[in-house]
């Protein structure tokens, strides 16, 4: 194969004592990208390994990722028409969207891989696959409106601050893609307050159909408005306003299975925080007192990014607990805290990305505490034997 031999002849000169040796690792990171690591154990004594590495495993995740991404691409085209009046086909409604999401993900990739490559090479250290990923999630939860030039921020934000300064992907306390999120968030709000969002279309005010809002299903729930919501057909496929990649529930169920199917993520975390956001959502029923707390509750996993969080965010295996009770505890009380912040907190419309950070901080302390509880248990039935 004329790649492979191209690839062995300039090896020499990037390994280590070669010409170009300080760029080790760069060259291997593109080498690897492109064929199998030729990397084995020893020859001697037994293995067992994994049919499943991390190159494979952040190429699943994508893999899951491509329902929500495609979707969000057409909703954005869909939603600018809607705002305008005009009536053109899917592929011009899908096309207009891929030109509006496509330069967010090239700047996500651009700026997150040359921080990622500048980092190993100054450490010395092989590139880490972890920003493949990041690198695309970062895109779909935010507007599509967003300037490039503030995703740039977010985006070093993340990788330096995130992961880097932790020691790199495996490394970091909180999950990289929702630090960006909360980065433009409380930087520059205006642009992602989870209130209002982008409509192409609304940068010329008279091309906007009369009467129409690019007001989210958050902005009418947090306002009482609950008649204002859309139907839940609408809701459950996602076409209304929102982030790019957070508002088809169906093409996030769709990436769901593949992650629970191929084993990479855990359902444990996706189901109990379900089960947390509806037990706030009940409790918030029978109580009542205003129509957004009398609001059925498992509206609340249809809006905002509760279900792409749950999804994708909450199950991330770096920051996420790793006992398997823990896992319950942590995905419950994420449901929990983010439907508390939703009903009760009006500044932050949207509960997901704080409930998740917050989480991920006590996911060791959730795990500690499995932990010990086990020991104590055993050393009871020790003592009792």
Same mark, same amino acid.
């Given at each position: 194969?004329?790649?492979?031999?191209?690839?062995?002849?300039? $090896?020499?000169?990037?390994? =280590?004592?070669? =010409?170009?040796?300080?760029?080790?690792?760069?060259?291997?990171?593109?080498?690897?990208?492109?064929?199998?690591?030729?990397?084995?154990?020893?020859? =001697?004594?037994?293995?067992?390994?994994? !049919? +499943?590495?991390?190159?494979?495993?952040?190429?699943?995740?994508? +893999?899951? *990722?491509?329902?929500?991404?495609?979707?969000?691409?057409?909703?954005?085209?869909?939603?600018?028409?809607?705002?305008?009046?005009? &009536?053109?086909?899917?592929?011009?409604?899908? /096309?207009?969207?891929?030109?509006?999401? *496509?330069?967010? +993900?090239?700047?996500?990739?651009?700026?997150?891989?040359?921080?990622?490559?500048?980092?190993?090479? @100054?450490?010395?250290?092989?590139?880490?696959?972890?920003?493949?990923?990041?690198?695309?999630?970062?895109?779909?939860?935010?507007?599509?409106?967003?300037?490039?030039?503030?995703?740039?921020?977010?985006?070093?934000?993340?990788?330096?601050?995130?992961?880097?300064?932790?020691?790199?992907?495996?490394?970091?306390? #909180?999950?990289?893609?929702?630090?960006?999120?909360?980065?433009?968030?409380?930087?520059?709000?205006?642009?992602?307050?989870?209130?209002? @969002? #982008? +409509?192409?279309?609304?940068?010329?005010?008279?091309?906007? &159909?009369?009467?129409?809002?690019?007001?989210?299903?958050?902005?009418?729930?947090?306002?009482?408005?609950?008649? =204002?919501?859309?139907?839940?057909?609408?809701?459950?496929?996602?076409?209304?306003?929102?982030?790019?990649?957070?508002?088809?529930?169906?093409? @996030?169920?769709?990436?769901?299975?593949?992650? @629970?199917?191929?084993?990479?993520?855990?359902?444990?975390?996706?189901?109990?925080?379900?089960?947390?956001?509806?037990?706030?959502?009940?409790?918030?029923?029978?109580?009542?007192?205003?129509?957004?707390?009398?609001?059925?509750?498992?509206?609340?996993?249809?809006?905002?990014?509760?279900? /792409?969080?749950?999804?994708?965010?909450?199950?991330?295996?770096?920051?996420?607990?790793?006992?398997?009770?823990? $896992? #319950?505890?942590?995905?419950?009380?994420?449901?929990?805290?983010?439907?508390?912040?939703?009903?009760?907190?009006?500044?932050?419309?949207?509960?997901?990305?704080?409930?998740?950070?917050?989480?991920?901080?006590?996911?060791?302390?959730?795990?500690? !505490?499995?932990?010990?509880?086990?020991?104590? $248990?055993?050393? $009871?039935?020790?003592?009792?034997?």
């Amino acid at each position: 194969m004329i790649l492979k031999k191209i690839f062995e002849k300039l $090896k020499p000169t990037f390994s =280590k004592g070669g =010409k170009l040796g300080m760029f080790s690792s760069t060259f291997e990171a593109f080498e690897s990208f492109v064929f199998v690591p030729d990397t084995v154990a020893k020859r =001697k004594g037994s293995h067992v390994h994994d !049919c +499943i590495d991390s190159k494979r495993t952040m190429s699943v995740v994508i +893999i899951a *990722l491509m329902p929500a991404m495609l979707f969000g691409m057409w909703n954005a085209g869909y939603q600018h028409f809607l705002s305008t009046g005009e &009536a053109v086909s899917f592929i011009d409604t899908f /096309f207009y969207g891929f030109l509006k999401v *496509l330069p967010l +993900i090239v700047v996500s990739y651009v700026v997150g891989l040359a921080i990622e490559f500048a980092s190993a090479q @100054i450490r010395g250290h092989e590139v880490n696959e972890g920003y493949l990923v990041t690198g695309m999630l970062i895109p779909l939860i935010m507007p599509v409106d967003v300037p490039l030039w503030i995703l740039t921020l977010a985006v070093i934000f993340a990788v330096v601050i995130g992961k880097e300064i932790f020691g790199g992907t495996g490394m970091n306390i #909180w999950n990289p893609a929702l630090l960006a999120r909360a980065f433009v968030f409380f930087a520059y709000p205006s642009k992602i307050s989870g209130d209002k @969002i #982008w +409509i192409a279309g609304l940068e010329n005010a008279q091309s906007v &159909a009369d009467g129409f809002s690019g007001a989210t299903p958050l902005s009418y729930a947090a306002a009482n408005e609950i008649d =204002k919501l859309p139907d839940t057909v609408n809701m459950f496929l996602g076409i209304m306003p929102g982030s790019i990649g957070e508002t088809s529930t169906v093409a @996030i169920l769709l990436g769901a299975a593949v992650l @629970i199917f191929t084993g990479i993520a855990s359902w444990k975390i996706m189901v109990s925080t379900a089960v947390g956001a509806l037990f706030v959502g009940f409790l918030a029923n029978t109580f009542g007192g205003t129509p957004y707390l009398e609001m059925p509750a498992w509206q609340h996993l249809l809006m905002g990014g509760f279900a /792409f969080g749950a999804v994708f965010m909450a199950t991330d295996p770096v920051t996420s607990s790793q006992t398997e009770a823990g $896992k #319950w505890i942590y995905g419950f009380l994420i449901g929990v805290v983010a439907i508390v912040i939703r009903l009760f907190n009006p500044g932050f419309p949207e509960g997901m990305m704080m409930a998740i950070l917050l989480m991920n901080t006590f996911a060791p302390l959730i795990d500690h !505490c499995v932990v010990q509880s086990n020991v104590k $248990k055993r050393l $009871k039935r020790k003592s009792v034997i």
